[in-house]
């Protein structure tokens, strides 16, 4: 079956450090790939995706390259700042079939310190 | 503006009663979900519904009920059945087909059983 597993947090870094949160997954077809942020007490929102291999995905800084032969989806950035801190979701929705469901990671926390 | 709506945002529950809680959107989409969460257990999957007048099971259905009469509208009843009710509860939609169509959430409603 489909399956996400992400790097198990927390994620302590300093402002301005590199980031890296593992994703990787196992899908039976040819899924789309995302990433999801929750900030504290929120809802999920999008932070960015991919639809097929060698894709990369963008937003506010934040990069993933759907790497087909490594079935990964890594989540960077180059320098983070407190603002980033929350909760990050890797997900991936198999686009075979008629079951459209999203299939999520546990979440990795991050913290950012000034 | 389209978007999701989740209602209340803190709903308290004393022990023996059912609640509902509200999901609403107006972004005209197909499937629609509830999820739980729990600290440290990220998202699971309630129940599910690709269409109107139509739902299914998600992984942890037991205790809950929905219904969905409407494309907008899919409540979420948590049954005195439901042993551990306290926890975090989103809602999401997405338009259900297609590659790489994003789910939208809600900004959640905090369940506590008092």
């Known amino acids: 079956g489909n399956s996400v597993t992400q790097m198990e947090g927390p994620v302590t870094l300093s402002e301005e450090a590199f980031l890296t949160i593992n994703c990787t997954y196992t899908?039976?077809?040819?899924?789309?790939l995302f990433w999801y942020v929750q900030y504290p007490g929120e809802g999920l929102q999008l932070l960015l995706k991919?639809?097929?291999a060698d894709d990369k995905g963008s937003n506010k800084g934040f990069e993933a390259t759907y790497r087909k032969e490594t079935t990964s989806f890594h989540l960077e950035k180059g320098s983070v700042q407190v603002s980033d801190s929350a909760v990050y979701f890797c997900a991936l929705r198999d686009n075979a079939g008629n079951n459209r469901k999203l299939i999520w990671g546990l979440g990795t926390s991050l913290a950012v310190n000034p | 503006d389209g978007g999701i709506t989740q209602s209340p945002k803190y709903l308290f529950r004393k022990e023996g009663q059912n609640v509902t809680l509200s999901c609403e959107q107006n972004l005209n989409h197909d499937a629609m979900y509830w999820y739980r969460q729990d600290p440290g257990q990220g998202l699971r999957l309630i129940y599910y519904?690709?269409?109107?007048?139509?739902?299914q099971k998600g992984d942890i259905a037991e205790g809950y009920s929905v219904s969905r009469e409407k494309k907008e509208s899919f409540p979420l009843t948590v049954t005195s059945a439901q042993k551990n009710p306290t926890a975090f509860y989103l809602c999401?939609?997405?338009?259900?087909?297609?590659?790489?169509?994003?789910?939208?959430f809600g900004q959640g409603t905090r369940l506590t059983v008092v």
């Open positions: 991919a639809t097929k």
């Open positions: 519904s690709q269409i109107v007048n139509d739902f």
């Open positions: 899908a039976t077809g040819y899924p789309s």
């Open positions: 999401a939609s997405n338009v259900g087909g297609g590659t790489g169509t994003e789910a939208f």
